[in-house]
């Protein structure tokens, strides 16, 4: 239970960790984040088993390209919404279900669509066999972590990203442009979010279903974290994956979405913001 | 005019008469066409494949001159509508106005596949009735025969397919056969939760705690659960010795994977979806040896010892490319045949006159030998006399050998090689 639960805790981080940071700095909430995440396993197997690429290629292009969706959705949609966050949601919501739903009418559906896993075989890990594409994930989203630390800390970008975050309106009297930093910052959340699908995917085949279900699975990690921490969604994933897995070994397996759920309302009752979040609190204050 | 004019005239009037007077001429000598309609969630893989086994089945009528309805040749035309129904969170609602706009706009004359999701069928039952619309439907639930025998006057307009009971039945003859040549007794049950899977979860768990088996565990999974280790860990705690899955989701593929890489020594043997055709070898690779699967309807693999079973099978992939659900294509083409011969007999489309000769229907199809009973296929262990399941096993090099029925077994149930 252990070792699957912090194996589950951190597919959900892999899983949000898009969604947080493009709302973290840009205050968007992408609601097509699940579009995003299926969108970027579908044009790796795509550039993979069609065209032929090399897997790292493929993955790649599969990263880039939704990445510049994720910008030009910015650029074309929402920037026109600026502000309106209503507007915002059901505008990405919206772009979400055309991918998702575009996607299915081109007929991506059936057990064929699945990536490969990147190494084959499993590892005895505390007396649990494990497979390697799931530390594989567990790999790339320490790396992830790390590089995201490292940019945000050491790059001039990464610092504008920062200061874009804290306010927005300071950080255009210091010559930062927020409109700017919020596109890369749809652009980075978006790219990120391919990358997840490209390594978590695998363990399975592609569904176009699943882009609803990654979308409640990473909202309710946000919300639970608190919307615009990076350390409140990680915190939140291993909430959720723990309690997930304990839930389904101790209680009853068709309860863990209920079990995701009601933490997340427990959550907001007792932090509104989340266990990280300051946005209810300095409402509150003010 | 000159002579030349009247020439050109003539010759353009001649045109103009040919041109417009042979399709006329058709249709009256073949008559208005014979909608059969189509309302299922169509997005589904194992619907879509079923549609396209109508198509295909009409097709094959039309071909051959259509049907004859009294003294006039008719042809079928296919009129689907997308339900949706079997998409997570849709309301039943929609799915129900979605079959309704079919009936009202497309007015078809008896419905063949109907739809996915057994919740919907059995709301849609009143809408049959209401519209006495002749209907053979594939949603699995038990509970169809009993509001049929309910009120079998009011439902006769429904037929149906495949029962989960049948599938129960197939499952008790394997784990009849894992007890005799394994002595295998521990069993672990894990099962995706909505009605039909988890009627036969429910079935399944009743004849093993009949039949001295004993139960380690019993798990249901919400649509779309992607994490299944809580279930192998116990089951591999438990000391089971089978662990019985029944899914159709996609996510469910994870199983097999987690069951592999986490080395539980537990055969696996149940429905899963995405191990079911034949590409799923490619798709998942030597993980899935050993694992044995119930293809619901014969014709949807092909059988070395049932000739029309591989006839549909050749004649689906020649026109549609590789099959890869493992129910409804053949059941569903077999429909159409059955429809038409009815209709043929009874020289009518009227809805009653329809139903009573759909009620007397024996002929072979791809499934087998097929017959109503309280208006539901009968499924046997011989194709020459009953519909059938078929029970394959996944072995080397991407084999499907079927293990069950002996009628039509090509095999025997063998231990994966990693679990000997």
Known sequence: MIVYGFLNSVILALMALGFSITFGISRVANFAHGGFYILGGILTWFFLMKVGLPYPIAAFLAVIIVGIIGGLMFRVVLIRLRGLELSEVIATFAVGIVILELLRSMGFMGYEYRLPVFIDGSVDIFGTYVGLQRLIIVGVGFILLVAMHLFVHHTKTGRAFRGVAQEDRTALTVGINPDKISLLSLFAGSAICSLSAIVILPLGTISIDDGYDVLIKSLAVCIIGGL????????????????????????????????????????????PSGLFGKSKEIEERV | ????????????????????????????????????????????????????????????????????????????????????????????????????????????????????????????????????????????????????????????????????????????????????????????????????????????????????????????????????????????????????????????GILVQQWKDMKVPALMAGFISPLMGSKAWSTFGDKIEGVINVVFQAGNIPLKNYAPSTKFYEAYTKRWGEMQSGHMPSENYDSVYALVAAIERAGSLDPDKLVKEIEKTDMAGSVGRIKFQDHQFIFGEDPKTSAIAVVYQWKKDGKRVPVYPDSIAEGKIEKPSWMK
């Not at chain 1, 909430?239 to 959550?267: C, D, K, P, Q, R």
């Open chain 2, 1 to 252: 005019m000159g002579k030349h004019s009247s020439l050109v005239l003539a010759c353009i009037i001649s045109v103009l008469f040919l041109t417009f007077s042979v399709p006329f001429a058709g249709a009256q000598t073949k008559g208005d066409p014979i909608v059969i309609g189509v309302p299922s969630s169509l997005k589904l893989l194992e619907s879509a494949e079923a549609h396209r086994a109508i198509i295909l089945a009409a097709e094959e009528i039309n071909a051959k001159g259509g049907v004859k309805v009294g003294n006039v040749q008719r042809p079928l035309k296919v009129e689907a509508i997308e339900t949706r129904d079997g998409e997570p969170g849709v309301p039943m609602a929609d799915a129900m106005l979605a079959i309704e706009k079919l009936f009202l706009e497309k007015k078809p004359h008896a419905v063949v596949l109907g739809p996915f999701r057994s919740e919907v069928l059995l709301a849609a039952m009143d809408l049959y009735a209401q519209y006495k619309m002749p209907s053979i439907n594939v949603a699995m639930t038990p509970k169809f025969v009993e509001k049929y025998s309910q009120n079998p006057e009011k439902y006769k307009y429904c037929f149906r397919m495949m029962d989960a009971k049948y599938v129960v039945g197939y499952l008790t003859k394997v784990m009849e056969k894992l007890n005799k040549d394994f002595g295998f007794t521990k069993v672990y049950i894990v099962v995706q939760d909505v009605l039909w899977s988890t009627a036969i979860g429910n079935g399944m768990q009743g004849w093993f705690q009949k039949n001295q088996w004993d139960v380690k565990g019993y798990d249901k999974y919400p649509t779309g659960a992607s994490d299944f280790s809580s279930t192998l860990i116990k089951a591999k705690q438990a000391g089971a010795q089978v662990i019985l899955p029944i899914f159709d989701m996609s996510t469910s």
């Open chain 1, 228 to 271: 615009e921490s990076s350390v409140g969604v990680i915190v939140a994933a291993f909430v959720i994956g723990y309690a997930e897995v304990f839930t389904a070994m101790y209680i009853s397996s068709s309860l863990t979405m209920v079990v995701t759920l009601a933490t997340m309302l427990i959550i907001l009752l007792v932090k």
